[in-house]
């Protein structure tokens, strides 16, 4: 039984794992060539294991930055988090042993793997959960150590793979819309982020997408519950 | 040493945003947070869906196409397969030939 719940969370992160390696092989690669080795890309991945925080961290570190400004720039860039947590709060609640960890595991991708709420039959689902998570940051700080190790020395071209994240978060928008026939939510959040990705820029639309969101739905919250 | 404490502080500034939701509702959850948490997941989806496609751009070549293309697959994919795994792969390897030997 324990054992077919490790299988099940790891077919259940195979989708992750081309993404996480291919991204964590370029962030090393990056901080490689920025003058710091394996050890700090293991670090830095096993420690903060945020995909665009580690790519913006290694611009902060080469370019001086102070401790303010890598402050709030770690506050900007992963504000989103506030945002998946939020969601999980209920969900993580019974968690016990496995919470912090799944806590801190908690990812964009380990997000969309996690968010629909469905689990095994049968399993523990803070187990499961938590596989999921300690998979993921796996394939991360492989992918790091890889990079960092054998820098661009691949036999093959792998321009486009990073695909494979946008193909997550898509083939997981499409099962979500799918398996309901309330498109509202999801509606809100394509539309709201579009919206503010023309009035905003590519730079600076996240947390303007994420408050627009948020207003969106809290203002539809009275009318949704009456119905 | 500086790189070392700036390591630090972006790894303690990302566990706190992380943790922060789950400190201030550790007791009762409030109706209102209960609420977006059953809304919010598809929300966030297709905000991510977004983010990973900001930087496309449509009025210089190949005008976004590969990325339409591979989409449409995953989509494609997704609805008649259900398989989240063949629906990824399938649209990479062909977003990946599309700009590698197409475009």
Redesign the interface.
Known sequence: MQHSIVKQAFIKTVPVMAGYVVLGAGFGILLRNAGYGVLWAFAMSLFIYAGSMQYVGVSLITGGASIFTTALTTVMVNARHLFYSISMVDRYKDAGKYKPYMIFGLTDETYSLLCDGKTPEGADPAYYRFLVSIFNQSYWVTGSVLGSLLGTVLPFSTEGIEFSMTALFIASFTGQWMSTGDHIPALTGLLSTLVCLVLFGPDRFLIPAMLLITLVLTLLRSRREEA | MR?A???????V???L??????II?RKE?PP??????K?????????????????VKLTVRPYGI??LI??VC??G???FR?N??L???G??II??V???AVF
């Open positions: 790189e404490v700036l390591v630090a502080v972006m790894a500034g990302t566990i945003l992380r943790f922060l939701p789950f509702f959850t209102y947070i209960t609420y977006l948490g809304v919010l997941p598809p929300a966030i989806i297709g905000m991510l869906v977004i983010y990973c496609l900001k930087d590969p990325e591979a989409a995953v989509i994919l997704q609805v259900r989240s795994l629906s990824i792969l649209g990479t977003y990946m599309l700009v590698q």
